[in-house]
């Protein structure tokens, strides 16, 4: 039997509770399977750890983790402590290092959740964004100098290498190539960003001639957000760039009901080091400690690393509970306009894997 170990770190917030609903619901999932087992590392990371050590991990953090099979993670960000100290000291601190430079954000509209768009229903809606995960505007270059006087000066660079676009723009064809539609959407803003995204623009022009078997066209970034909003049929896979990624994925996930229920992998394909699973929520400290978190973004981020996992049914068996549990509108938390907890979402979640015959 396949044993697989995972790094579990709630991180912050909501985290704290989404996490280990999904950890629940995993366990019961192997258990149902009974194909693999599942062995779980639990990591008490994040703004806590920070406000106590004065660091987000310890600095044999990535030691720890590099040679679990992945990662489940849940949000970072605490009201107390800097974002950027947060961000760079956590999540960032796994994921460039890590190498999982395909951020991989399916969105879709499931049953029983009720699309913001005036006549979508679902179908219309089905995409995957594929974000460049390790460089671009989230490269860390930069700087500040004169701090507090009147001619401080700040910059942030954005890098961009071939090999970084190319290996992205790779992994986004081959994507497109394995859906029902052969199609992908480049996301570009070139024509202000003269040298980076005119090369970004290049390259993709290049890797599709790899690929001649999937459709594919260019799409301006502000462009892009009217095209999703008003056109969302025309869409299928997406790739951008960390920033333009990280804020249409967003919009994507609003677009389809929720934030709540998104689901992200960070992948690094190669497998040289363990990849990284999460849902896009954040952790919402508005909501922390009600119990009416959404899990739904949990669980779904747990069938992408079940795949990652190679465990292709029981990922499908647990897409299928998930999809059991929206349908019911009496098991829609808040955020979905419903009065649902986090438990009684968990609960059901478990009782429709245990209930499938399939």
Known sequence: MKRYRIAVIPGDGIGKEVIPAGVEVLAALAQRDGGFELAFDH??????????????????GREQIRRHDAIFFGAVGAPDVPDHVSLWGLRLAICQPFDQYANVRPTRILPG??????????????????RENSEGEY????GRVHRGLPEEVATDVSVMTRAGVTRIFRFAFALARSRPRKLLT????????????VMWD??????????PEVKWDKMLVDAMTMRMTMRPATLDTIVATNLHADILSDLAASLAGSLGIAATANLNPERTFPSMFEPIHGSAFDIT?????????????????????????????????????TADASLHTPDLGGSATTRQVTDATIAALRGDNA
Request: no cysteine; glycine share 10%; charged share 25%.
């Open 139 to 142: 490269a860390g270059v930069g």
């Open 289 to 325: 400690g009600k119990g009416v978190a959404n899990p739904i973004g949990t669980f779904w981020s747990a069938t992408l690393m079940l795949e990652h996992l190679g465990e292709r049914p029981a990922a499908d068996r647990l897409m299928r509970a998930i999809e059991k549990v």
């Open 202 to 211: 290049e390259i993709g022009a290049e890797v599709a001639r790899e690929f």
């Open 43 to 60: 990591f008490d990371w994040g703004s806590d750890y920070y406000k106590a050590n004065g660091v987000m991990m310890p600095a044999d």
């Open 186 to 197: 480049i996301v570009t803003k070139s024509n202000a960003q003269r040298h980076a995204m």
């Open 113 to 130: 959740i009720v699309s913001p768009l005036r006549d979508v229903t679902g179908p219309e809606l089905d995409w995957v964004i594929v």
